[in-house]
């Protein structure tokens, strides 16, 4: 049953059907064969389920607090922070995008809004001083991807929602590897702008206004101290840290840089819901097939097929069979429903090898936010493809060098549990 | 909500469904997000200042989030938001890519109306179970699934045929 | 003979029987009915919430939901939504030791007529009140408490209604806190206290940020097996009975299992550092007397007061009958 669904969701899925109808057909396919119609039911009771979940209420908060981020100049002030941290050497923009990445990372929930955010504006500039298009364009899909590992992270909310982990400590436990990856990125743009002699950039005008720069982009500042100051010491939950930086960027945007209209911010709040719908669409979808399949029983059998392996002995070797597995599909699946379909699967065989649960949080989570820029689906390559003005084969060509740096750090991550675990466990998470 | 994003907005009666539709349906959705964040923002305010909590913070939490989710689903439909694989069927033949189209049609439209029809069946039966904060019936964030859906089958509708007519 | 019948069996927790009461039922219910029915039924297990949550699974397993041949053990937030008045047999204090709980949940008239009306209502049976993990105890880190006097000014983590009106009633405050948060939550004060059976202290490492234990008896934990009205009544008689004995002789095993438990747990958190109290006689009427009257009357809209009355009549017969 489980083949037969895989397929028919994949041809459902690449005719362009709507992932969360390709979701609930191939469920409505699952029942059919077992031939049991008042399972039917089911498909309405574990799709409500699975958005009825109050850890989940964080995700729009977190997309929410992103966007108007940006829309109300916060981000550009942000930016120019990390343009006089560390602009003035060879590269520098190179250096000013991953920096803005982390930082951004610090608010967004999700690497999209890092991706065009970091791309509409780094993008010309970089190009300007000397960067190719491509490789511009790859740079900043890659400090995208540190959004999701940085806390907060919607993928983290995810896995610790459906594996009853705690969101704070898998947060904390993200920091690290977060950093890990952007001096990854930052490493590998000091051997391009080497290799290719890209000029200094010049910052004088930068520098020259250095104390308005640090006095504007405090404000800025403060909304990440907020959301990860807040879940890291415990004051307020991590669904309490997004509605309190909703709250702050509003306020900000009106009352201090005052870019947020009315209508602004209506565009703002119409735009979370609709990204959030698709994204809730997919997680209720999604629940109603891992219902189906552990009805079947389909885990344990996967689970036993790693066991007569030997795997569970090899805690290493697991989670990297285990990313193996993850990344064609994440080549070829959208990463909310490939972390939503393969956790209940792979968490429980994680655990019965004695492996950390913040551990493999982070593994799992930084295969999936890797699958964002593996071609041909990574929504991370159309962004940074539409909002750079580069064409989107180029981008596919250009990407395995950052995809390759983001599967080193994953691996160092899978052979050092301390990056992940040593933050948590600091903090009582 | 904006108009601005249709120019070539033709004042046909199909065009003025679909964007009353979907101003109303983001309008709904939008209400639900404010009711969410200020709910959260509640709890937080009575747990430091006031001292004491609220026990139906957290049910107002969900239910407000899964009636703003289903509410959304249309406006995300016509926006395009809802995450499609869209590179593969553009580059069939004409003819081909016709069927698909209609294919994807009648998929969606089936699975939509069985969702209704499940949804309404399994918010119907649940009417004597009350929540236990809140003690309203369960009904109540249930519903949310056939009218979201409902909506959104309707808007399917008006947006196949309004691809057909261009 | 008929071919072997295969059923589905859920419930909450790990597959670990050290550390979930629940699991350790299973499985040896489980065992009881493949040996009891000779293999012609034979039970596949769902641990983890597999299967859905409490309220999901009723769903799944009642008459007017997907009626699904399935055994289910439900807690209180299963049962619940189809039958309010059970939280008439949780009303604290209630118990004086395990002896009167076990005699109520066996052979009292409440009992019984629980069972019926659960039947009338969901088309299923309810079996065997499963013990869980022993009496709730108080936990706080501000001082050691006696009486209910000791409450005042304190704020608890209060996870219902029913709990909050209890510790408003002792002059506390009550807050819901969830239970991955509420370590934290003791650690910096957001609460002073809460109140869980030993095992999940323990389970939650809470007496690293809790120094005083009241062992007042507070409500007996236990969860509801639940079988699936058609399934059972599609068995052959000889079988109906085998599933129904098995359900009694692993609940036997349980009541055994926890009482050792509770002690060794309740010595465990000693050992660690808690200061560990049992209330006299007299204070525990103290107990009874300021949380009892509150606390029923808020039942009173859910179970109404004819059962409240039939349970508190029964939990009085079996304490003297336990005595
Ligand atoms: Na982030
Ligand atoms: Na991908």
């Not at chain 2, 199909?14 to 959705?29: D, K």
């Not at chain 2, 698909?100 to 499940?118: D, Q, T």
Request: glycine share 8%; proline share 5%.
């Amino acid at each position: 049953m489980g083949i037969s669904m895989l397929f028919a969701f994949l041809g459902l899925m690449v005719m362009g059907v709507p992932l969360f109808i390709s979701l609930l057909s191939t469920s409505l396919l699952g029942i059919i064969m077992l031939g049991d119609f008042s399972l039917l039911r089911v498909m309405s009771q574990q799709f409500f389920g699975g958005m009825d979940v109050f850890s989940l209420m964080a995700i729009p908060f977190f997309i929410l607090a992103g966007i108007l981020m940006n829309r109300s100049g916060l981000t550009d002030r942000l930016l120019d922070f990390s343009r006089l941290l560390v602009g003035s050497v060879r590269g520098g923009l190179g250096y000013v995008n991953v920096v803005g990445g982390i930082i951004l990372a610090g608010v967004n929930g999700s690497a999209a809004a890092d991706a065009s955010a970091l791309g509409s504006i780094l993008i010309p500039p970089m190009v300007k001083d000397g960067f190719s298009p491509s490789y511009a364009a790859g740079l900043t899909a890659g400090s995208a991807l540190i959004g999701p590992i940085i806390p907060p992270s919607i993928f983290m909310i995810i896995y610790a929602t459906m594996t009853n982990t705690s969101i704070g400590g898998l947060f904390a436990a993200g920091i690290l590897p977060g950093l890990l990856l952007g001096g990854a990125f930052m490493g590998m743009n000091y051997v391009y702008s080497h290799r290719y002699q890209v000029p200094v950039a010049d910052f004088t005008e930068v520098r020259k206004r250095k104390k308005e720069i640090l006095v504007r982009s405090l404000v800025a500042l403060f909304a990440p101290v907020i959301i990860i100051g807040g879940i890291v010491t415990g004051i307020v939950t991590p669904t309490e840290s997004g509605a309190l930086a909703v709250g702050y960027c509003i306020a900000a945007g009106v009352f201090y840089t005052r870019k947020l209209t009315l209508g602004v911010l209506a565009e703002s709040f119409y735009e979370t819901v609709r990204l959030s719908s698709s994204i809730f669409l997919i997680m209720g979808a999604a629940t109603v097939i891992g219902w189906l399949l552990k009805w079947e029983q389909v885990p344990q059998r996967f689970a036993s097929i790693i066991l007569q392996a030997g795997l569970v002995e090899r805690p290493w070797l697991l989670m990297v069979v285990l990313s193996a597995i993850i990344f064609p599909v994440g080549m070829f699946m959208e990463e909310v429903s490939t972390l939503a379909l393969l956790t209940p699967i792979f968490a429980p065989i994680a655990m019965k090898a004695g492996i950390d649960p913040f551990h493999f949080g982070v593994v799992m989570t930084l295969n999936v936010t890797i699958a964002l820029i593996t071609p041909p689906m990574g929504a991370c390559n159309y962004i940074v493809a539409a909002v750079g003005r580069v064409k989107l084969s180029d981008v596919f060509l250009r990407i395995w060098p950052f995809i390759g740096v983001a599967l080193l750090v994953l691996l160092a991550i899978i052979s050092f549990p301390p990056l992940t675990t040593l933050l948590p466990r600091m903090l009582d998470l | 909500m904006d108009e601005a994003r249709h120019p070539e907005n033709k004042g046909s009666r199909l065009e003025r469904l679909i964007s009353g539709l979907e101003r109303f349906s983001a309008w709904t959705a939008c209400f639900f997000l404010v009711v969410n964040v200020g709910d959260i923002l509640l709890g937080i305010f009575c747990r430091y200042v006031l001292r004491s909590s609220i026990v139906w913070t957290e049910e107002v939490a969900r239910f407000s989030l899964v009636w703003m989710v289903m509410m959304g689903a249309l406006g995300a439909a016509v926006k395009g938001d809802h995450m499609v694989i869209d590179f593969v069927v553009p580059r069939f033949p004409a003819a081909l890519r016709r069927l698909v189209e209609w294919g994807r049609f009648f998929l969606a439209a089936g699975i939509l109306s069985l969702m209704i029809w499940l949804g309404t069946v399994n918010a119907v039966q649940i009417w004597h179970m009350k929540t236990l904060a809140l003690n309203i019936p369960k009904t109540i964030p249930l519903l949310s699934l056939p009218v979201g859906f409902g909506f959104l089958l309707i808007g399917t509708i008006f947006l196949h045929f309004r691809k057909g007519e261009e | 003979s008929e071919a072997a019948r295969e059923v589905k069996m859920s419930y909450n927790g790990p597959a670990d029987a050290e550390n979930n009461a629940v699991h350790l039922f299973a499985e040896n219910f489980k065992k009881f009915v493949e040996e009891g029915t000779k293999g012609e039924v034979t039970v596949r297990l769902f641990p983890d919430s597999q299967l859905g949550n409490e309220e999901e699974r009723m769903e799944l397993l009642s008459k007017q939901g997907m009626n699904q041949p399935i055994i289910n053990v439900a807690s209180f937030a299963g049962v619940a939504p189809v039958f309010p008045e059970i939280y008439a047999s949780a009303i604290p204090f209630m118990f004086n030791n395990y002896e009167a709980a076990h005699f109520f949940f066996d052979n009292s008239r409440f009992w019984n007529k629980s069972k019926e009306e659960f039947h009338k209502r969901t088309g299923a049976y309810l079996l065997e009140a499963v013990e869980e993990g022993g009496f709730l105890a108080f936990t706080n880190n501000k001082k050691e408490i006696k009486s209910p006097e000791d409450f005042k000014g304190l704020k608890f983590r209060g996870m219902d209604e029913g709990q909050i009106i209890l510790y408003k009633s002792f002059g506390a405050s009550g807050t819901p806190v969830p239970w991955t948060e509420l370590y934290m939550a003791l650690k910096t004060g957001v609460v002073d206290g809460q109140m869980n059976p030993a095992m999940y202290i323990k389970m939650g490492s809470l007496q690293e940020v809790q120094k005083y234990l009241t062992l007042a008896n507070i409500q007996y934990s236990d969860q509801f097996l639940v079988v699936n009205g058609d399934f059972l009544d599609s068995l052959t008689p000889e079988q109906k009975t085998a599933v129904i004995e098995a359900g009694k002789k692993a609940n036997a095993l349980n009541r055994e299992a926890m009482a050792d438990q509770d002690k060794k747990d309740i010595n465990y958190l000693v050992e660690k550092g808690m200061i560990a109290y049992s209330p006299t006689p007299a204070e525990m009427d103290a107990f009874r007397e300021a949380g009892q009257p509150a606390y029923v009357e808020w039942l009173k809209s859910k179970a109404g007061e004819d059962w409240l009355n039939l349970a508190l009549e029964c939990a009085r017969n079996a304490n003297e009958k336990a005595k």
